[in-house]
């Protein structure tokens, strides 16, 4: 019978796209309609005298109408997708159509047709067509279609992407049957948006699902902070729904709210990071020549493609692995197409720590702006190649921040990391050397501004995290973790380059910027969060086993030294260091010198480089 009925209900909607069905449903029941005038004016068997006058109206009342209707293009609206202006238009053809047939019967009498009936039959007519494409609207409710079930959908958030969206569901039918709001604001409970009602707040979340035989819950809170959407997962994930979002703001700035704009909760989303202005515009990029080191890292394809936006002269993208760098060009190519900005990038293969290979480049191209974001960052791997780290990440550091001054570029960014606070291992014992080599050359080379930015962890950067746990998760598990009570800072990768890009304006020279990275996370949950996410059940379906730390980890990462020695700066989400970037009053450079010579000595100079460095 279910089969029966929703094989009806296709065939029916599907009626909706062909004007013709249309127009001959609209006659048929506009025919109908002059009965109806006759019979409840005089009675439900027409009298013979009037059989004729009736006839004539019913053929003639319908012609008029259709033929408006023709005209005014009603036959190619496809109504199962129809909105309030289609109705609207409707309305306003039928009434001029109403017009011209009450003008026709009022000044040329053709029939006998008396006034009361005249009336009954418009209103008739109107009731009936517009039933008629409303209906197809209504056929969707779960009915199957092409073999496939509807779902019935709550929507959290009646506000106006609530409200866009719910429109958006009724008028393109594909898998979802809206059946109502849920928002925390009281004053629109019991009320009507878009057709459905505002049921309850989300409290009342559980209790809705169950009645309502709810399978999936639409999240339409664009402007909601993680937070708002880590409480609401928190109190579905056991209820077995499925869980879909709307973007952020920003992502929805063209203002297209649709279904097709749905998608799956993500670890982003769980990670309660307020969002970060990713419209800023940085005018010192405007026009300038723009070197990025590590161009085919995450952090520095990001870098490249958001200085794109700013919109430079030139931009030149090193790399010293050749297979990073042109995946980079491929992705530009794709993304900009036969946009004039593509013209603008040269790719370079070099090793930043080859002063031969990066003084032919400063002299040839003179950049006004570096970000430094080339680095050895594998924490595990570089613990025994300290001479290693030293080469790329401080003597690499010092190459380029001294061609930069000799070459007149105006300022010079470089990333850093939070590994570099008491640093525990080499990685992080190397870039905070970098941080002291740049304070010297800072010294050196005033008309340069020199500045380090420090962050932490960034989801979905190379040898994170986050891939590793997701590979784990799709072979079954178990999924590995060093210890449960280790914590890191997390960043989304485009969050941390915008906020890169806007400490470089703030900068005038030899300060350490601190991002905002929010509140640390631990990682075992971090781990719970993305096996549930997958669909599976930490501990049941998929394993958590602990490993044990890793030479060189912390159990938790700092960002400050102290932070009574951090102020605010322009940007909220940026912060300044007090303490000076070279953080001592002896050179490294001769023991830097040393530690590349003598390879042996590197872990010893290491230590005299960096006396606050920790490790084993």
């Not at 800072?442 to 995290?465: C, H, I, P």
Request: proline share 5%.
């Amino acid at each position: 019978m279910r089969d029966a009925l929703g094989r009806f209900l296709y065939f029916w909607k599907k009626l909706s796209s062909h004007g013709l069905f249309v127009a001959l449903f609209d006659f048929t029941l506009l025919a109908f309609s002059a009965y109806l005038g006759y019979a409840i004016r005089l009675t439900l068997f027409i009298p013979s005298v009037y059989l004729y006058d009736l006839a004539l109206t019913a053929l003639i009342f319908p012609s008029i109408i259709v033929a408006v209707f023709f005209f005014g293009k009603q036959y190619r609206t496809l109504w199962k997708q129809a909105g309030l202006e289609d109705y609207l238009r409707f309305a306003k053809l039928y009434l001029l159509a109403g017009a011209l047939f009450t003008g026709l019967v009022t000044f040329r009498p053709f029939t006998l047709l008396p006034r009361t009936s005249l009336v009954i039959m418009l209103f008739a007519g109107v009731i009936l067509c517009g039933a008629l494409r409303v209906s197809w609207r209504l056929a969707i409710t779960r009915a199957s279609d092409g073999g496939r079930r509807f779902l019935n959908a709550l929507i959290v958030g009646a506000g106006e992407a609530g409200a866009v969206l719910a429109r958006d569901l009724l008028r393109n039918p594909q898998e979802l049957v809206p059946r109502g709001f849920v928002d925390d604001d009281t004053s629109k409970i019991g009320k009507t948006i878009s057709g459905l009602a505002v049921l309850s707040d989300t409290e009342d979340l559980p209790s809705l699902i169950k009645a309502y035989e709810i399978s999936v819950v639409l999240v339409a809170i664009p402007s909601a902070a993680g937070k708002k959407i880590r409480e609401l997962y928190d109190m579905l994930s056991p209820l077995k729904v499925s869980v879909r979002v709307l973007p952020s703001l920003q992502e929805l700035a063209g203002g297209d709210v649709s279904v097709n704009r749905l998608r799956r909760v993500s670890l982003e989303d769980l990670l309660g990071r307020d969002p970060v202005d990713m419209t800023y515009r940085c005018d010192y990029l405007r026009g300038a020549k723009v070197l990025v080191t590590g161009a085919g890292g995450s952090i520095g394809s990001e870098i490249v493609r958001q200085t794109l936006k700013n919109e430079p002269s030139e931009l030149v993208v090193l790399g010293h692995g050749e297979q990073s760098i042109y995946l980079l060009m491929e992705s530009l190519y794709k993304s900009l197409a036969k946009s004039p900005l593509l013209s603008k990038v040269r790719p370079v293969i070099a090793d930043v720590a080859d002063e031969i290979a990066m003084r032919d480049l400063f002299e040839g191209f003179r950049p006004d702006v570096i970000f430094h974001a080339a680095a050895h960052k594998h924490v595990p791997l570089m613990e025994p190649c300290v001479r290693e780290a030293l080469r790329v990440n401080t003597f690499g550091t010092l190459t380029v921040s001294r061609l930069a001054g000799e070459s007149g570029a105006k300022r010079l960014v470089m990333i850093s990391t939070d590994k570099a606070v008491r640093p525990s291992s080499v990685m992080g014992a190397s870039k905070r050397a970098a941080e002291r080599a740049l304070g010297e050359v800072q010294d050196k080379f005033k008309n340069t501004a020199y500045m380090a930015v420090r962050f932490g962890n960034v989801l979905g950067s190379r040898g994170s995290v986050v891939p590793k746990f997701e590979e784990q998760i799709a072979a079954g598990g178990p999924v590995t973790i060093t210890d449960p009570s280790m914590k890191r800072y997390f960043m989304l990768i485009p969050e941390a380059v915008s906020l890169v890009i806007q400490a470089g304006a703030i900068g005038r020279g030899g300060e350490l910027f601190v991002l905002d990275m929010g509140e640390p996370v631990l990682i075992s949950e971090m781990a719970e969060m993305l096996i549930r996410l997958h669909g599976h059940e930490p501990g049941r379906d998929i394993k958590i086993v602990c490993t044990g730390i890793r030479p060189g980890e912390k159990l938790f990462e700092e960002l400050f030294y102290d932070p009574a020695s951090v102020r605010r700066t322009s940007n909220p989400k940026v912060f300044e260091s007090t303490l000076k970037l070279s953080g001592g009053t002896q050179s490294i450079l001769p023991k830097l010198s040393q530690s590349l010579a003598y390879p042996n000595k590197a872990p010893e100079l290491l230590r005299e480089m960096v006396p606050e460095y920790i490790g084993e």
